[in-house]
């Protein structure tokens, strides 16, 4: 059973030494979910002298006012042979077998912390002390409450004291050990007051009562040592500390339990306590206490240690690893993070993630519609098409077939496709650039450094307009290839005139009839709706080509290319990572380190039994 109070002696070092003090953080502490045992009295109460007489040495700061200002967590370990030695975790190379050094270093200690303006501080001091005259066990020692504060105190000092026992004794998993003087009413308990308010039913509390010999005569303590006065679930114990004068003759800590035992032994009112009573029934029923408080929560907390490093990691990987310091580790984190959004693009592109259903939408409902608007039979209305014809024919009218009138026919409606060819590389365009937002915000890695986020997006912008501007050139190149040369074999397969009945000895001007002009302007709508089908294949097909298919392939290279060129101090620049996020990785990194420490631990003493 020793084993289990070291691992909580282990557990304990290795929260402060992670800064896991137990107060109030956005951290999962592990502090908290430590059995421990906090030690509680008013000033004056003789909660040192207890302290003390579990150790059997002189090692605590005395004086007047508040002389214990940080926790002191108090790890006892016992040892064979005769050796007794103290460490604090501060120093960890440096053994005190001189305790005069020790109650000196604790002062030093609690100084270095709060200075000597005698403020307080819940950072706690660590020591352990090892001897063959005490029991496994580990205690808390609490700032003294007091009514009033002492010169050089600010006036929340009362309050700030109280608050901070109270964030210790309030835990659950808080043993706590209330120390009340018997030469005063104990209704007035500083300890036993503020103990009733976190544990009503008196479940966790051990009650301790000094300075029992210094009771006035003709009254005694039984009724409240019996639990009469007040009931606790656990025990009451009486102990007997040195007075004053003795700790001023320096009288041996060994002689004064002797003492003790007499006192109890002999005092008829006490006869029949005594087996119960005293500094070394008191250690040893806190030792065994300890133990199997700690033994019952073992399984929880192995559970909660499980399960906080699951959040812990999942919350480190959500931050992102922390930055390379050289040139070569920056650049190679930019192009990773770089990676990943290009990866995280092409999935959008290619239908693993959605957006890219929006570019089909374009090519088989928005630019066919576009086209359709385009209304080309009123652009062939007779009064038109008359009008284009005999401008056309100039001063000398067409001998057989308007030729040049059908060509401009033709081109006055081709190059109105222009229009919707534009506006559907347009609108490919618009939805590139929404997929590239969409991928930006869907790299994680891109928002743990704003700029480099913001230089990717303008990095990835610059290059759609680029690839849109391409696409314009080669879809308006295709409208102007259908302009430029007539499909021959469509006129061929016309009918002529003649064949239809026509006499071509018929004056020239009676060929601009209504049925003449209608039938021009059916032909020319025929062929135009013929080259539509054309380009409502081929204009998707060229926006592809330039637009999709270069964003999939090159939609960050020239960013790559400049990027190699930058200096450290630039790269460091798109590394510019919140403070806010660095600090918290820090510790994040901390906590889960402690969490990690302490399942091994706990493994190790499961494994062992």
């Given at each position: 059973m020793e084993n289990l109070i070291s691992l909580v002696n282990k557990l304990q070092r290795a929260c402060t030494a992670l800064g896991d003090h137990g107060e109030e953080s956005a951290l999962p502490t592990l502090w908290d979910s430590l059995p421990a045992i906090a030690v509680v009295g008013g000033q004056s109460s003789g909660k040192s002298s207890v302290l003390e007489s579990f150790?059997?040495?002189?090692?605590?700061?005395?004086?007047?006012?508040?002389?214990?200002?940080?926790?002191?967590?108090?790890?006892?370990?016992?040892?064979?042979?005769?050796?007794?030695?103290?460490?604090f975790m501060h120093l960890p190379r440096k053994r005190f077998t001189d305790f005069a050094l020790v109650r000196k270093e604790i002062a030093d200690e609690t100084d270095r912390e709060t200075g000597r303006s005698k403020q307080?501080?819940?950072?706690?001091?660590?020591?352990?002390?090892?001897?063959?005259?005490?029991?496994?066990?580990?205690?808390?020692?609490?700032?003294?409450l007091t009514k009033v504060a002492v010169e050089g105190q600010p006036d929340s000092i009362v309050q700030d004291i109280e608050n901070m026992v109270r964030s210790f004794i309030e835990k659950p998993n808080c043993i706590i050990l209330a120390v009340s003087p018997a030469n005063q009413d104990l209704a007035t308990s500083d300890a036993i007051k503020i103990s009733r308010e976190v544990d009503p039913k008196g479940e966790r509390t051990f009650g301790v009562l000094t300075k029992i010999d210094l009771m006035d005569k003709g009254t005694d303590a039984v009724d409240i040592l019996e639990g009469r006065s007040y009931r606790l679930q656990q025990q009451w114990i009486g102990v007997v500390n040195r007075s004053q004068q003795d700790i001023n003759k320096n009288v041996d800590m060994i002689a004064a339990r002797r003492r003790e035992r007499e006192y109890f032994s002999t005092t008829p009112e006490y006869k029949h306590l005594a087996h119960r009573m005293g500094s070394e029934h008191l250690a040893k029923s806190l030792s065994k206490h300890l133990e199997t408080v700690i033994k019952s929560r073992i399984p929880g907390l192995q559970s909660l240690i499980t399960k906080t490093i699951a959040e812990l990691e999942t919350e480190l990987n959500r931050l992102g690893k922390p930055i390379a310091t050289d040139a070569g580790g920056k650049l190679y984190t930019i192009m990773e993070i770089c990676r990943m959004f290009d990866g995280i693009y092409k999935e959008h592109l290619d239908g693993v993630r959605p957006g890219g259903e929006k570019i089909y939408h374009v090519f088989d409902n928005q630019f066919p519609v576009a086209i359709k608007r385009l209304q080309f039979d009123k652009q062939l209305a007779m009064e038109n098409v008359k009008k284009l014809i005999t401008e056309a024919d100039g001063y000398q009218p067409h001998l057989i077939a308007p030729e040049q009138g059908y060509r401009r026919l033709i081109e006055s409606c081709l190059v109105s496709i222009r229009g919707p060819a534009e506006a559907a590389v347009d609108a490919v365009h618009a939805i590139l650039k929404e997929l590239v937002h969409k991928a930006i915000n869907e790299t994680h890695e891109l928002k743990q450094f704003p700029t480099l986020r913001v230089e990717v997006g303008n990095a990835a912008f610059e290059s759609l307009d680029r690839m849109r501007d391409e696409s314009k050139k080669n879809t308006l190149k295709l409208v102007d290839m259908e302009c430029s040369y007539l499909t021959v074999d469509f006129f061929r397969k016309l009918p002529q005139d003649v064949e239809k009945g026509g006499n071509p000895s018929h004056s020239i001007f009676d060929r601009y009839n209504d049925s003449y002009l209608r039938r021009i302007g059916t032909t020319v709508l025929a062929y135009i709706n013929m080259v539509c089908s054309t380009l409502r294949n081929s204009i998707p097909k060229s926006i592809v080509y330039c637009q999709v298919r270069e964003a999939k392939r090159s939609l960050l290279d020239h960013f790559f290319t400049e990027l190699g060129a930058r200096e450290i101090k630039q790269l460091s620049k798109l590394l510019d990572e919140d403070p806010a996020v660095m600090e918290r990785r820090t510790n994040l990194a901390k906590r889960l380190e402690l969490y990690r420490s302490a399942q091994a631990e706990i493994d190790a003493v499961a494994w062992s039994k």
């Open positions: 150790v059997g040495k002189d090692f605590l700061p005395r004086g007047s006012g508040i002389v214990t200002r940080r926790p002191l967590v108090l790890q006892l370990h016992r040892i064979d042979g005769d050796r007794e030695y103290a460490e307080i501080s819940s950072v706690p001091i660590h020591l352990s002390i090892y001897s063959p005259n005490v029991v496994n066990l580990t205690l808390i020692d609490l700032p003294g």
